[in-house]
């Protein structure tokens, strides 16, 4: 997942009458690489720009200026594809921006706690019924089938970008709480 994002309050939106779609400007900022233009995160403060917009991108230095249209809102940020203009020497446009999205849309497990049970999950309760749960709060209740609830966690999990971590990666996050146990325990004591 890339740290870089466009500044929350960027976009200038270009008023023009007869514009069906609204098309905006910014300059990209040196430290900003072309590549990060089409991960999703990199929009994460724009989550409510309109689909078909287009977006004028133009690096401070020069190495690009491009366009670029808004395809959907998706979990973390917004999907955006190539349109035109000048990408740096020797890029293909189409080609990292597809990369850019395929990166931004993997699936990350979801945090596990440290008795190694995910932070998101089901559970059945007499007086609540089905309900799902994150971390403390509860999410939904009072739903009647356990595939109710199991089709109600995958949504939930789709909208956030996550997925149920795998055997491995439960048995991975084991062994790295024992030996911060172990860590902590074989410390001297100050």
Sequence with gaps: MTEKALRAGGLTRQEQADQVYPVYFEWIEEHVDYADLFHPAFWRHHT????????????????????????????????????SGRPPAGIDPYKVAAEGLADGLKLRPVPLRDDGKPSIYIQFL???????????????????????????????LNQLGLRIPTDEERLEHAVAVNDARAARELAPAK
């Excluded at 004028?56 to 020069?62: E, I, N, Q, S, W």
């Excluded at 007086?127 to 089709?151: C, F, H, P, Q, Y």
């Design 126 to 156: 007499p007086k609540t019924k089905w309900r799902l749960v994150a971390g403390n709060a509860e999410i939904k209740r009072d739903m009647n089938t356990e595939e109710e609830a199991k089709t109600e966690l995958a949504i939930y």
């Design 48 to 83: 409510r720009l309109k689909p078909l917009s287009m977006i004028r991108l133009r690096h401070v230095r020069g190495h690009f200026d491009v366009f670029v249209t808004v395809k959907t809102a998706i979990a973390g940020g917004v999907a955006v594809e190539f349109h």
